[in-house]
């Protein structure tokens, strides 16, 4: 049993237009975020994951030891996109990363002191799926590896230039042009669609049976299992129509949460919007569930915070269930199928699949219950 005892998120539903870049789009962002320091510095995902690294329970974490612990910086990448500076001209025309800072291993490092985590310091580069992924080493390690407490910190630098202009020259993202027209983000819906890339971050704490008997936490929710798989795609930023990645995934995590498939009805999705991922994660969940489900999207509502958005997005959707009791809808959704909604709806259970996907071909899925 591996239990969720505490989490904070950081994430904004305002949506803001960015008109000064190679492709003007909305993003949902903290502005302030994007303040420089006195030193001239100005380093927005060290700022941002200040808002999730709360110091009360950084200072609880550090007072509770717990017999084995490990931190993962679930970061999308292995450095921040921000500080490019350029050498002097050479033959080598480099671009070098000036301040360590921007390496996320070591921040990474730095955080895991701040809260105690020490016996084991990684971070998780695989994209979009990275917070996510992350369960499953949260499952590897005490499960397999006898640890009793794992911190996971998601944060990515989302909204900066080489993001915003890889995803607006893609044409993943909704642009202003379309915004002007009165398109809108929302996933699984033949009207709406796309999405705005987003700022967020999520800090969780996960522990083991053991560890709780030694901490006293009270457990949120459990992470019953989780797995992440790939597919033979020929294109490492495209996806397969069938969904065989996601197939791969919800099923593994399925598995390794000791049910059955018919025992899983509701699915957080990663519910990106774009036509790729719409017919991708649609065809898999109705090979995966073919007993039925219902699902929802946070993306439409917080944008796409890119490698913390699997987790942050289950928290959220553990916050929904239980301060309402409902699944929520997903925003802006025009249609009407009684699947993928677009009204809230109780949940059948208390369980739920989550979804990710990223570019490289990567799919992690986990099962969580809410207490």
């Known amino acids: 049993m591996i239990a969720l005892t505490h989490y904070k998120t950081a994430s904004t539903e305002t949506a803001e237009l960015l008109d000064d870049i190679s492709f003007p789009q909305r993003v949902n962002w903290f502005p302030e975020t994007y303040a420089k320091t006195k030193s001239g510095v100005m380093y927005p995902p060290h700022i941002l994951a200040n808002k999730v690294l709360d110091q009360q329970l950084l200072e609880l974490l550090r007072n509770t030891p717990s017999k084995k612990t490990a931190f993962i910086l679930a970061a999308g990448n292995a450095h921040f996109a921000g500080l490019a500076r350029e050498t002097a001209e050479s033959r080598l025309k480099y671009k070098y990363k000036i301040l360590p800072m921007t390496l996320t291993q070591v921040f990474a490092g730095r955080v895991a002191q701040m809260c105690g985590a020490t016996d084991h310091i990684v971070t998780d580069s695989s994209a979009c799926t990275s917070s996510l992924k992350a369960m499953m080493d949260v499952q590897t390690l005490i499960k397999f590896y006898g640890f009793t407490r794992v911190v996971v910190l998601g944060v990515e630098d989302a909204v900066s230039s080489l993001v915003v202009e890889f995803f607006g020259e893609s044409k993943a993202v909704l642009s202003a042009k379309e915004d002007e027209e009165g398109i809108l983000p929302s996933a699984f819906d033949k009207k709406n669609g796309k999405f705005h890339v987003g700022q967020g971050a999520v800090f969780a704490v996960f522990e083991s049976e053991e560890g709780l008997k030694t901490s006293g ?3 949120i929710a459990r992470l019953l299992g989780a797995y992440t798989a790939s597919e033979p795609c020929a294109n490492a930023l495209g996806q397969l129509e069938s969904g065989e990645g996601y197939v791969k995934a919800g099923q593994g995590a399925i598995e390794m949460a000791g049910l059955r498939n018919h025992q899983v009805s509701t699915v957080k999705t990663h519910g990106t919007g774009t036509i790729s991922n ?10 995966l569930l073919p007993d039925g489900f219902i699902a929802t999207s946070y993306k439409p509502t917080i944008g796409h915070t890119m490698g913390a958005s699997g987790l ?12 309402t009791g409902l699944i929520p809808a997903i925003k802006n959704r025009t ?16 369980r ?3 979804l990710a996907a990223g570019m490289g071909n990567v799919y992690s899925a986990a099962v969580f219950s809410v207490e």
């Not at 719409?278 to 090979?287: G, Q, R």
């Not at 249609?335 to 208390?350: I, K, R, Y």
């Open 335 to 350: 249609e009407s199928d009684g699947v993928f909604l677009s009204e809230p709806a109780p949940p059948m259970n208390n």
């Open 312 to 323: 942050l997005e289950s928290t959220l959707l553990i916050d929904d269930l239980r301060s």
């Open 352 to 354: 739920f699949l989550s």
């Open 278 to 287: 719409n017919m991708a994660e649609c065809n898999a969940l109705h090979k």
């Open 217 to 219: 936490f009270t457990p």
